[in-house]
């Protein structure tokens, strides 16, 4: 069946090519559809309006009632502009007009009244609009709905005159041609249930509200639907996942399991035994593992991880722990040198600097089985790499390996293994079953007993002095101090020099021989790098400089002082998890956050809280209010963002909840769907599986 929403937008009236071509490239609109599920982000109550006296710096769109005193034209040739000046009974302001200048002054009428509305912006002392849209009064009262949706723009849409009006005009033509043929697609019994309207009622009301209520039960609408085929997705294939693939099973606990946790010298916390409960249970199910174990910084994963890998030697398989650094890969083989019996289990590192003649017997023992553990980068998924039983892959830090990466891990061996991934980046369980797909959730939400909260303080640049007064007491009592820039792709140059400069102030500050300064970078050769990290984690060297992509995990107990320059240029997240390498060891600890002068009143929010809290739920949860899940660390890279058009996967997550009850509740009785009543739900979830067809893969 042709659905009219597959066609291509060059057809709407009013689009044609070159429009055509500015959509697709700014907005991403290729089809009908794509127009259609393009929703205002925000309504404006158009029977408001503002006095003039009341426009602040808020930057929200407003509406003004008055009459246009003076229309002028000013400057010259590429510099010409119009000014038409506005006036209510409390206040002027100036409109703006750069383009159209020909046009919009015979429109303009000096003494005539007018609606305008627009965004305000501040220049040169004074409130003024930039090409606002101007109504004359009979126009305006002609309006059929007073709620106007307002949609995402850009520079180069506004450019080319496609104005929030304009496109407005697009999307009705668009309804209109769409009347009567747009198909629906959920089940009537599920429309019923749940008290939703109709898919076309929705989709009209979206952009063209006649009220509030109409909007909102079109919201409800289209957010359920959205949220509801997401979650029947997911756990469709995890059905299917659970159907398919057969877990090897670790019969026993056997002897290296129990060395092990015999000779722990600390107790496991109540977490880490509950979490091993989990697992456990899994590994014994005959079904495949798919865990993602949670776990704020310093909580103790690897250990988890160290003893889910012996249960899979224990039973006469291989297991595999692959993290995203090499500093990082080199810390888990020497943890896992500290806390198995070396002498029984065979274990090996594999990462970019292996050499080449190690690297080739790795493999060989890797097929024939005689290394029983391996540890290793991204080395461990290239083709080379193959198993002669892997009964367990355990991925740590999860976000930072693309999906189809850690994909490569099933086809390693013959067998399919079960699946660990760790992430230290905390995140409701609801939204972190979503974003990993259909992974059941573990949590570690204790730390080790004595860890002391690490004491955050916020400083200016004016103040270094005493940080480094700070950073010298410290060290001359014997800690380490960890010195964090920030790298950002898009200014990483310039993060270079900050990063040579800091490092150059530093090692004036803190004089060789006395003071040891080591540095770690990504420009680094990787032999200079393991050089300096190894002079630090020794308690060879008292400073590392390093940037934030670097160290992520590294444990150093003896480092006290987490210093953050820039620090308002990080994430919450991001933040949490350096101030996470310090107040590992008995001291107490500090994070000193760096900061400019002037800071935007979201990076203040962002640094108050991390003073206030070293939670990393809560921080996590406010990160997410500030940012939304889009941006959440770590989901955008490893192309795990979900492409919601209008639920929020925080914000709406109780219709999460409800939705991925609903959903299960549809599966448990119709498995596969194939219930008459369920045939619309098939087809609904096929535009759906297209984008999530990597994630059934994702470990
Ligand atoms: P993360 O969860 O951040 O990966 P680690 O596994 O690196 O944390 O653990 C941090 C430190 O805590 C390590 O030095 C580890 O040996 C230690 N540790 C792990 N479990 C416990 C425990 N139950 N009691 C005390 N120390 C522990
Ligand atoms: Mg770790």
């Not at 769409?178 to 249930?193: N, R, V």
């Not at 759906?688 to 994702?698: A, G």
Request: hydrophobic share 40%; net charge neutral; with cysteine.
């Amino acid at each position: 069946m042709n659905n009219i929403l597959d066609n291509e937008i060059k057809f709407l009236p009013g689009v044609g090519p070159r429009r055509a071509d500015l959509l697709a490239k700014e907005l991403n609109i290729h089809t009908f559809r794509d127009m259609m599920y393009t929703f205002p982000f925000r309504y404006v109550d158009r029977s408001r309006f503002y006095a003039v006296r009341d426009i602040d710096g808020t930057g929200v769109y407003v509406q003004l009632r008055g009459v246009i005193r003076s229309v002028k034209e000013v400057g010259a040739a590429r510099a010409k502009r119009l000014i038409a000046t506005f006036s209510d009974d409390t206040g002027t302001v100036d409109l703006i007009f750069f383009k159209g200048i020909k046009w919009v002054s015979e429109k303009l009428k000096a003494g005539s009244e007018y609606v305008v509305f627009g965004k305000p912006s501040f220049y040169n002392g004074s409130y003024n609009f930039v090409h606002p849209e101007v109504d004359s009064i009979d126009a305006e009262m002609n309006r059929t709905s007073s709620m106007i949706g307002i949609y995402s723009s850009t520079e180069k849409l506004q450019n080319a005159g496609i104005t929030n009006k304009v496109f407005s005009k697009l999307q009705m033509n668009l309804s209109k041609l769409c009347a009567g043929k747009i198909q629906e697609t959920m089940p009537q019994y599920i429309l019923k249930a749940k008290s939703l309207c109709p898919l076309p009622e929705a989709l009209f009301n979206i952009h063209f509200p006649q009220n509030i209520h109409a909007l909102y039960a079109a919201q409800r609408r289209l957010k359920y639907e959205e949220l509801f085929l997401l979650q029947l997705s997911l756990l469709k294939q995890k059905c299917v996942r659970m159907r398919e693939n057969e877990g090897v099973v670790f019969k026993k606990v056997g002897d290296n399991f129990n060395y092990t946790y015999d000779h722990l010298s600390f107790p496991l916390t109540g977490a880490q035994k509950r979490v091993l409960k989990e697992i456990r249970a899994d590994v014994v199910s005959g079904k495949q593992m798919n865990r993602l174990l949670q776990g704020d910084v310093g909580s103790g994963k690897t250990l988890v991880a160290i003893l889910s890998a012996l249960q899979a030697i224990d039973n006469g398989y291989q297991a595999c722990i692959m993290a995203p650094t090499e500093v990082l890969a080199q810390q888990h083989f020497g943890s896992v040198s500290k806390f198995v019996d070396t002498e029984k289990i065979r274990v090996a590192l594999l990462t970019g600097s292996t050499k080449p003649k190690e690297k080739k017997e790795i493999y060989e023992r890797l097929e024939n089985g005689t290394i029983d553990l391996v540890i290793g980068t991204h080395a461990l998924i290239e083709d080379k790499v193959r198993f002669s039983s892997l009964g367990l892959a355990v991925i740590d830090e999860q976000h930072r390996f693309g999906v189809e990466q850690r994909s490569r891990l099933w086809s390693k061996s013959r067998i399919v293994p079960h699946i660990l991934v760790m992430t230290a980046t905390p995140i409701p369980r609801t939204l972190a079953m979503t974003l990993y797909g259909d992974l059941d959730v573990s949590v570690i939400d204790e730390l080790p007993p004595g860890r002391k909260p690490v004491v955050t303080t916020q400083v200016t640049e004016s103040k270094r002095q005493a940080v480094y007064d700070f950073m010298r007491k410290e060290i001359d009592s014997g800690r380490q101090v960890f010195v964090v820039y920030p790298l950002i792709k898009e200014s990483e140059k310039l993060d270079y020099e900050n990063l040579e400069a800091g490092y150059d102030a530093i090692k004036e500050e803190f004089k060789a021989p006395q003071y040891i300064v080591a540095v770690v970078h990504g420009k680094q050769t990787n032999e200079n790098k393991a050089h300096d990290m190894k002079l630090f984690a020794e308690g060879r060297a008292h400073i590392l400089v390093a940037t934030s992509v670097i160290e992520v995990g590294v444990d150093v107990p003896n480092a006290s002082v987490m210093v953050i320059e820039s620090a308002e240029r990080f994430g919450l997240s991001q933040l949490h998890q350096l101030r996470g390498r310090v107040g590992r060891g008995a001291e107490k600890s500090y994070c000193i956050l760096m900061t400019g002068n002037k800071l935007s009143s979201e990076s203040k929010e962002r640094i108050a809280m991390m003073c206030q809290t070293t939670d990393g739920f809560e921080l996590a949860e406010a990160d997410l209010k500030m940012r939304g899940p889009g941006d959440f660390e770590g989901t955008r890279q490893s192309g795990l963002a979900i492409d919601l058009h209008i639920a929020n996967l925080v914000k709406d997550s109780p219709m999460l909840e409800e939705a991925r009850k609903d959903a299960q509740a549809i599966l448990d009785s119709d498995p596969e769907l194939k219930n008459p009543e369920n045939t619309l739900l098939v087809r609904s979830l096929q535009g759906v599986e297209v984008d999530f067809k990597d994630y059934s893969k994702i470990s």
